[in-house]
């Protein structure tokens, strides 16, 4: 996600850039904390704890703050995309979105909650994987989706890029290690 820095109504440039235009900045939003269960090819389980400091609940809803549904969308979106890097031991470096059908909504989550991600693995073929992701909070539904992910290497379409494609690749397995730490031989969350 690339945007300005702060909110439509407080917009706070990252300084200036050439013709006195404001500078854009990469936002990332990393919205799982922790990756609870994996199996690979076919499921994953995954949190995110939603805390009062995020800044975006300062804007969504000024005095009801609730984590944006696209927010809880790209997190199953997020989920899911670490369901295939497992799977495949990272042989893409990217994993996108493709289409999102059938969401639905249930409850908010607000801070100090936390948001349960379940994805698992509807169909697959050569590039595109569908997953059935839902969310919840406190075993209540919160989110429900049909996600189409795609997934390829920038060297795909330009050989010139092989290298960006391992730098984000070994990011991405930094990443990981922070979010995930898989239990001992034997037990269920183990990656195969």
Do not use: C
């Amino acid at each position: 996600m690339v945007g300005i820095i702060g909110s439509g109504r407080h917009l706070k440039p990252d300084g200036l850039g050439r013709g006195g235009q404001a500078r854009i900045r990469k936002m990332r939003y990393n919205l799982i904390d922790q990756i609870v269960e994996v199996q690979p090819f076919a499921s994953i389980k995954a949190v995110k704890s939603v805390a009062l400091t995020e800044e975006y609940l300062g804007d969504h809803f000024p005095g009801f703050p609730v984590m944006p549904g696209a927010l809880m969308l790209e997190a199953m979106t997020q989920a899911g995309a670490w369901l295939i890097r497992l799977s495949e031991d990272f042989a893409h470096s990217m994993v996108v979105v493709r289409r999102a059908t059938n969401i639905r909504y249930g409850r908010f989550v607000r801070p100090g909650q936390t948001l349960t991600v379940e994805a698992e693995v509807y169909r697959q073929d050569e590039f595109l994987t569908t997953l059935t992701t839902r969310g919840s909070v406190e075993g209540q539904s919160a989110v429900n989706a049909r996600l189409v992910l795609h997934r390829y290497n920038l060297a795909d379409r330009d050989p010139g890029l092989a290298d960006k494609d391992n730098e984000i690749i070994r990011g991405l397995r930094t990443r990981l290690s922070v979010i995930y730490k898989p239990a001992r031989v034997g037990m269920e969350a183990s990656v195969g």
